[in-house]
């Protein structure tokens, strides 16, 4: 079988962070030490070999690269310092940009001029369209749902949600024929039938990231799935505060009335005290996110572990977005308690900019992204295995 190579690939995925790709010699030390490599999905040193050799389309088509949680000892371990586990991560930046069809993401990765202009941009543009929306909120004391109308805030950020699942809807179709796709070979006919029933293989490694937890440094793997398991939460509360709303008002007045305080007016009185075991586990996840955007940001700044010697501009953007969202809710929740309207409004329009700022740049371009197609890599494996077993059993049959 002919395979097309492209001599320019090293230099390409140079632009995405891989510079140090060509000082591999092929030692397989790294292959040898990951605990994540295995006899059918082995990396990383096979594509720090595909880089060398041009061998693009092997790399567009491969789902190894997903399956790396750069643990850090295949770079710890280098005798050549090639930093394998930065190639790899270059290789999921590469990939994304791929996945992505607005092409968007070749530019967020590659420039840092445009990634800043882009999450400038958005940012200001929320908070002009906040100034623009804004009602007559008082200003003796707090009127949040005054200020910014609660329908505006609700079916807005359900409208901006589901165009931002659909985008990486989307983006995952496009994931799906590039790691099933190009391999002729190797054909499988997959049913839609296998591809419901192994949905739970995704939803299980979304929510517990169990294959991170095979890393020899599992406090990596702790503050991973303290960040997916907060950000859960938030997702969670949100969606339960409506619900609730709508049903304990709709027990008294009936459902009309019931959505219109849970998407209009709100409920006139405080739906979860202070110290109601749900609202602890927001102060907890709050609490969870803040601590490990200090803690990575003081290991990008010491540079001690291999994943925070090349930080990416992204990486950085990412910490930022992510600490300004938390830091800027948190101020809102503090000067409403202590009924300080004009700092409330200010630090809730702070809050929105940098929640539409993180899931537009975080969701389809940068770590998200990520965190979305690990788990969907691992899910097409598990998919591709059991059309296989069907496809076998069913040659046996005849």
């Known amino acids: 079988m002919t395979i097309r190579v492209n001599p320019n690939l090293a230099r390409t995925l140079q632009k995405f962070g891989a510079k140090t790709a060509t000082h591999c010699f092929h030692c397989g030390n790294c292959t040898v030490v990951c605990p994540l490599s295995t006899d059918d999905n082995q990396f990383p040193r096979r594509f720090m070999r595909y880089t060398q050799l041009g061998m693009e389309e092997k790399l567009k088509h491969s789902v190894e690269p997903w399956l790396c949680y750069f643990c850090g000892d295949c770079s710890r371990l280098c005798p050549r310092q090639a930093n394998p586990g930065e190639v790899m ?35 200001l543009a929320t908070l002009i369209l906040v100034l623009l929306l804004q009602g007559n909120a008082p200003l003796d004391h707090t009127e949040l749902q005054k200020f910014i109308p609660r329908s505006y805030i609700i079916v807005g950020g359900m409208l901006f949600g589901a165009g931002l699942a659909g985008l990486v809807l989307f983006n995952i179709c496009r994931m799906q024929k590039f790691i099933t796709g190009g391999q002729p070979n190797q054909y499988v006919k997959i049913p839609v039938s296998v591809y419901i029933k192994e949905l739970g293989t995704f939803l299980y490694h979304f929510v517990s990231q169990n ?8 406090g990596r793997y702790i503050k991973h799935f303290l960040l997916v398991f907060s950000f859960l939460v938030f997702a969670f509360y949100a ?35 202070a110290f109601h075991p749900i609202r602890l586990l927001e102060y907890a996840a709050t609490a969870a996110v ?13 540079k001690r572990e291999p994943l925070h010697q ?59 992204a990520h965190a979305v197609y690990r788990p969907f890599a691992l899910y097409f494996i598990k998919v591709r295995e059991t059309a296989l077993k069907l496809q076998r059993d069913e040659y046996a049959s005849f």
């Open 211 to 218: 294959k991170f937890s095979q890393c020899t440094n599992r």
């Open 89 to 123: 991560m270059s290789m999921r930046r590469y990939l994304t940009s791929l996945y992505d069809w607005t092409g968007l993401s070749l530019k967020v990765y590659t420039s840092k001029s445009f990634e800043y202009m882009v999450a400038a941009g958005l940012f």
């Open 290 to 302: 803040l601590y490990v955007v200090i803690e990575s940001f003081i290991g990008r700044i010491a």
């Open 239 to 273: 969606g339960l505060f409506v619900i609730i709303e709508v049903v304990q008002e709709s027990l008294h007045g009936g459902l009309i009335n019931g959505l219109k305080v849970a998407f209009v007016t709100g409920a006139p009185h405080a739906l979860f005290p």
């Open 310 to 368: 090349d930080s990416h501009s992204t990486d950085w953007t990412f910490l930022f977005l992510v600490g300004g969202t938390i830091f800027t809710g948190l101020l809102t929740h503090i000067f409403r308690n202590l009924d300080y309207a004009l700092a409330t409004y200010y630090s809730f329009a702070l809050h929105l900019a940098f929640i539409v700022t993180l899931f537009v740049v975080g969701a389809l371009f940068a770590k998200w």
